[in-house]
């Protein structure tokens, strides 16, 4: 998509920005109200019911379930960090006789949950090595990781202290520990939502080694000057009412094609920011999006993997 019809399309689609704490109901299940509470004056819109296909990840509403019933052999490792606490990964493994690319999972700023870990079983499914970091290692209770916190409110907080650049560090670590799979194919990507889209870009302006980079819902770099130093493809797939987020597309995107780098940017009319996490909301428009991005994703790293 070249720069002037995203700024078309974004003139379209764009709402007013998001509240302050975006990132609040991020691929969380969502919490019944207490019992007694009043009614609101006017009911909220009832939860879209939105159908389980087989060859798209769950929302969040469900992730607890698609693991259970996943076939797949997934495990938790502990990947050496230099100088610091070992970042606890979960792995999950396709089935399959060759040897598969891998992909670096990033999870939103809720940290290593259950989503992220259904996301990563899903990946698998389709064929690769989906390697997940907790990126909150150590920063937990106890120097425990996104189990140790009491809820997921802290688990958010505790985030801050994550900057791009020990996210990168850990990357980086995870990195090469995942090419040294024996099953693994010597080819990576980074797949990141929310928080981690914003790092899965990020990551392919520091690391060259990098293969392809799929960005969700992630705000692009700020550093234009660093842009040049991007190999990997990238791949970008946002909602539609998403403005703080799509505001950084098309600075992104004209620098890019200024230097011959590629980066493929697509909007999905009427889906929230998390619309891959939250397919119940907005009425089927979140689910719809997941629809259409998911299979988007998945031919985007098998054409650069």
């Known amino acids: 998509m070249r720069a002037a019809s995203v700024m078309a399309l974004l003139g379209a689609l764009l709402l007013p920005a998001c509240a ?12 019944q109200a207490p019992a ?9 819109p009832a939860a879209f019911d939105y159908p389980q296909i087989e060859a798209l990840p769950p929302g969040a509403d469900r992730a607890q379930a698609a693991i259970d019933r996943s076939p797949r052999h997934g495990e938790w490792v502990e990947v050496a960090n230099s100088g610091g606490t070992p970042i606890r990964t979960w792995v999950v493994y396709p089935e399959r006789s060759d040897k598969a690319p891998v992909i670096l999972v990033i999870h939103t700023i809720g940290g290593l949950n259950p989503w992220a870990r259904a996301l990563a079983d899903q990946l698998a499914e389709d064929g690769y090595i989906a390697v997940a970091p907790d990126f909150l290692s150590g920063l937990g209770p106890n120097g425990g990781g996104t189990d140790a916190f009491a809820s997921p409110d ?19 670590r995870v990195r090469e520990y995942a090419v040294k ?27 060259p080694g990098l293969n392809a980079a799929v960005v969700f819902y992630g705000s692009s770099p700020e550093d234009h000057a660093g842009y040049a130093t991007i190999n990997a493809p990238i791949l970008g797939l946002y909602g539609g009412d998403d403005a703080r987020v799509n505001a950084t597309i098309e600075p992104a995107l004209a620098e890019l094609e200024k230097l011959g780098k590629i980066f493929e940017p697509e909007i ?19 689910f719809r999006a997941t629809e259409k991005a998911w299979p988007r994703a998945l031919a985007f790293l098998r054409k650069h993997l």
């Open 20 to 31: 302050a704490d975006e990132h609040a109901s991020h691929a969380e299940p969502a919490r």
């Open 36 to 44: 007694g509470a009043a009614v609101a004056a006017q009911a909220a």
């Open 154 to 172: 802290e688990a958010r907080k505790a985030m801050s202290a994550v900057t791009p650049a020990d996210a990168a560090a850990k990357l980086d």
């Open 181 to 207: 799979i024996p099953a693994a194919n010597g080819k990576t990507a980074t797949m990141g939502f929310c928080w981690g889209g914003s790092r899965s870009f990020e990551y392919a302006l520091h690391q």
């Open 268 to 286: 999905y009319e009427g889906a929230g920011h998390g619309f891959v996490g939250s397919q119940s909301d907005r009425n089927g428009a979140n």
